[in-house]
C-alpha cells in the first residue's frame, strides 16, 4: 500500500505476546520521496525474524527498559548505521489497551541511504554491489518482474476487468504480483539504486542503449 506524504521516516509497529514475553511485528511505513509505503504482517513474525540483528538488539533492549502501561522515550541523538543506510533520530513509545494488549512503535525521524537495508528479507541483496558489467541484465530482470506484470493488469482493466474473457487472466496476474510482492519490492529499490548508478558511474548511455528495447516488450495476450 503506497500513499502521498513528504516526510522521510521509518516505523514500525509491535505486539507483546505475554506468555512468551516475545515482541511480534504488525506493520512496517516507510516514507520516502513524497510516497508513503506500507508493509503488513498478517502473521506477526517475531520482531528478530525481521529486522536486522543490530537494529533488532537495540529496539528490544530500549523496550526491555519501558513501563509496558505507557512511556515514550526520545533519542534525538541516537544513529544506526549500516551498509547502505543510516537511521536517525529513534522514538519508541509503548501502550497497553484492553482490546489489543500489550503494544509498542518505534520510528526514526529521518533516514539517508536504502531503508529495506534494515529487513532481513532485502538487506542481503540491496547490501551488495552490482559490477558495471551486470547492471543491464538486473536492469531487465527489473522490467521484467515489475513492469510488466503491472502492465498486465492494466491491460485487462481497461479490457473491462471483469468481463468472462479478461477475469480468469486479471486474477492470474495480480495473483502472481501478490505472490512475488517481496521480489517486486526489491526490484523496485534495484532499479532506483541502478538509477543513482548511472548518474555517478557515467553509465547512463549503457543503459538506455541496451534496456530500453527491453521496455518494448508487448504486454502478453489476454
Same mark, same amino acid.
Given at each position: 500500500m503506497t500513499a502521498q506524504t513528504d516526510s522521510y521516516k521509518f516505523a514500525a509497529y509491535l505486539g507483546l505476546d505475554e506468555e512468551t514475553n516475545q515482541w511480534h511485528l504488525r506493520s512496517i511505513d516507510i516514507s520516502e520521496g513524497g510516497i508513503l509505503h506500507t508493509i503488513t504482517?498478517?502473521? @506477526?513474525? !517475531? @520482531?528478530?525474524?525481521?529486522l536486522i540483528d543490530s537494529l533488532c538488539d537495540d529496539i528490544l533492549s530500549q523496550l526491555s527498559e519501558m513501563n509496558r502501561s505507557g512511556e515514550m522515550i526520545s533519542k534525538s541523538d541516537y544513529v544506526l548505521e549500516v551498509a547502505g543506510a543510516q537511521f536517525q533520530k529513534l522514538r519508541v513509545h509503548t501502550n497497553f489497551s484492553i482490546a489489543r494488549g500489550v503494544e =509498542?512503535?518505534?520510528w526514526?525521524?529521518?533516514f539517508t541511504g536504502q531503508p529495506l537495508l534494515a529487513l532481513r528479507q532485502y538487506a542481503e541483496d540491496l547490501a551488495t554491489q552490482i559490477a558495471p558489467d551486470q547492471l543491464t541484465e538486473v536492469a531487465v530482470q527489473a522490467i521484467d518482474r515489475v513492469v510488466l506484470p503491472a502492465l498486465n493488469v492494466v491491460a485487462a482493466v481497461r479490457s473491462g476487468l471483469r468481463t468472462p474473457d479478461t477475469i480468469g487472466a486479471f486474477e492470474d496476474h495480480t495473483g502472481r504480483l501478490v505472490q512475488e510482492a517481496d521480489t517486486l519490492i526489491k526490484y523496485a529499490e534495484l532499479v532506483k539504486w541502478l538509477l543513482v548508478s548511472a548518474e555517478? &558511474?557515467?553509465i547512463s548511455?549503457? @543503459? !538506455?542503449?541496451?534496456?530500453?528495447? &527491453?521496455?518494448?516488450?508487448?504486454?502478453? =495476450?489476454?
Open positions: 504482517y498478517p502473521d @506477526l513474525p !517475531l @520482531l528478530r525474524s525481521v =509498542a512503535s518505534f526514526f525521524a529521518s555517478t &558511474a557515467d548511455q549503457v @543503459l !538506455l542503449g541496451q534496456v530500453a528495447p &527491453a521496455e518494448q516488450r508487448a504486454v502478453s =495476450a489476454f
